[in-house]
C-alpha cells in the first residue's frame, strides 16, 4: 500500500483527499519512481477546479516529482533501478509516495542537482526555457515584460533573463514581491496594485514599448499586455491565473499595430526525448553553476497529506517561487 492525494469531484482546495492505494507494476515502457519531492504547479489547480476538465474521476493530480526509480518495465534500457530522476511531463498523478511514469519522460539527475531542487525546477524551468529560446530567442539587452514575475515560473525567469543579459521587466502584486524579483534579477518592476502597467512601461522604455510580452495570468491582462507592445510586437500567452482569454476579435491585432500572438504550453515545444534532455541539461547547467536559485522556503515545503493546504497558500498569492510536497 502506498498513499497519494486524489479528487472525486471538481472545486476548490476542499475535494483533495488523502487516501490508500495498491500501486500498479511499470507497464513495459514505464518506471515506477518513489517520490523524495514532488512539485506544486499553478496548473494543479486548473485540473482540480475543472477549467481544465478529466475524462475520469476519481483522479490524482500533479505531474512533476523527484525520486529514486524502484521498479523498471520491461522494455526500459535507459533507465535502471536506483537511479536519480526527475520528471515534470507524466500522466497525472504526480501527489503520490510512489508514480509510474514513461520512461521517456524521465531525465536522470546530476549529482549536483537535489531532489528537491528538481522537484522544484523541473517544469517551470522547461517552460521558461521554452519561451526564451523556443518561442521566441532571447538576446542580450532584448527589453520584454514577463507578468507574475515573483511566481514560481516569474523567479527562475527572472534569474535567466539576468544570465542571458536581458532587461526583464516584471509585474507583480507588492512590494515585497517586487524586491523579490528586482534581486533575482528583474530589470525594473510594475507593482500593479498602485501602478498602471502601460504607463509604468512606456515611462520605462521612454514611450517604445517592448517587442514581446509573457503572459500566464491571462484574462485580466490581456488587453493591458497588448498595449504594452509595439508594432509587431509578439504577445506570448501561457497561462489563465486569472480565467482563459476567450472571445478575441482578431482585429485588435490590427487595430494596436499588426501584432502577433501565441498560445503556446510545454508539451508542444518539448515532445521528445532527445528535446526533453536538451532543455533540462541547460536548466540543469544554469542551476548547477550558481546563476539561478531555486531552494524553496520552509514555509513551502508541505507534507503530502497536506495538498490542500499548499493550494490554498499557491491561490491566496502569498507564495513566492516554488512550493513542494514531501511524502
Known amino acids: ?17 488523502y487516501c490508500e492505494f495498491i500501486p500498479a507494476d511499470p507497464a513495459p515502457d514505464e518506471v515506477q519512481v518513489e517520490h523524495k519531492a514532488i512539485g506544486v504547479n499553478y496548473i494543479d489547480t486548473y485540473f482540480r477546479s475543472g477549467l481544465y476538465p478529466l475524462t475520469d474521476l476519481p483522479s490524482g493530480l500533479g505531474t512533476e516529482a523527484a525520486g529514486i526509480v524502484t521498479k523498471v518495465g520491461a522494455n526500459v534500457t535507459s533507465v535502471n533501478i536506483g537511479d536519480r530522476v526527475a520528471y515534470a511531463q507524466s500522466t497525472i498523478g504526480a501527489y503520490s509516495e510512489v508514480h509510474n511514469v514513461q520512461a521517456n519522460k524521465i531525465v536522470l539527475l546530476p549529482d549536483a542537482i537535489s531532489f528537491e531542487q528538481a522537484a522544484a525546477s523541473l517544469l517551470k524551468g522547461l517552460t521558461v526555457y521554452y519561451l526564451f529560446f523556443l518561442t521566441h530567442k532571447v538576446q542580450k539587452d532584448d527589453v520584454f515584460l514577463f507578468h507574475a514575475a515573483a511566481g514560481g515560473v516569474g523567479l527562475i525567469a527572472c534569474q535567466w533573463a539576468k544570465a542571458l543579459g536581458a532587461k526583464l521587466i516584471g509585474t507583480v502584486g507588492s512590494d515585497e514581491k517586487a524586491a523579490l524579483a528586482h534581486a533575482a534579477g528583474a530589470w525594473q518592476t510594475i507593482n500593479y496594485n498602485r501602478e498602471n502597467i502601460v504607463e509604468r512601461v512606456l515611462d520605462i522604455t521612454g514611450g517604445e514599448k517592448v517587442g514581446v510580452v509573457y503572459d500566464s495570468v491571462g484574462k485580466a491582462t490581456w488587453l493591458d499586455s497588448l498595449d504594452c507592445l509595439k508594432r509587431h510586437g509578439l504577445m506570448v500567452s501561457f497561462g489563465n ?29 518539448i515532445t521528445t526525448h532527445e528535446e526533453l534532455n536538451e532543455a533540462s541539461k541547460a536548466l540543469f547547467d544554469v542551476i548547477a553553476a550558481g546563476k539561478i536559485n531555486v531552494d524553496v522556503p520552509e514555509s513551502q515545503k508541505f507534507p503530502l497529506n497536506e495538498a490542500m493546504a499548499a493550494h490554498q497558500a499557491l491561490e491566496s498569492r502569498m507564495t513566492h517561487g516554488s512550493s513542494l510536497l514531501i511524502p
Open 1 to 17: 500500500m502506498a498513499k497519494h492525494i486524489e479528487f472525486s469531484a471538481t472545486g476548490g482546495p476542499e475535494v483533495l483527499r
Open 241 to 269: 491565473a486569472s480565467g482563459p482569454v476567450t472571445g478575441v476579435d482578431l482585429g485588435i491585432l490590427n487595430q494596436k499595430g499588426s501584432l502577433f500572438v501565441t498560445r503556446p504550453a510545454i508539451n508542444g515545444y
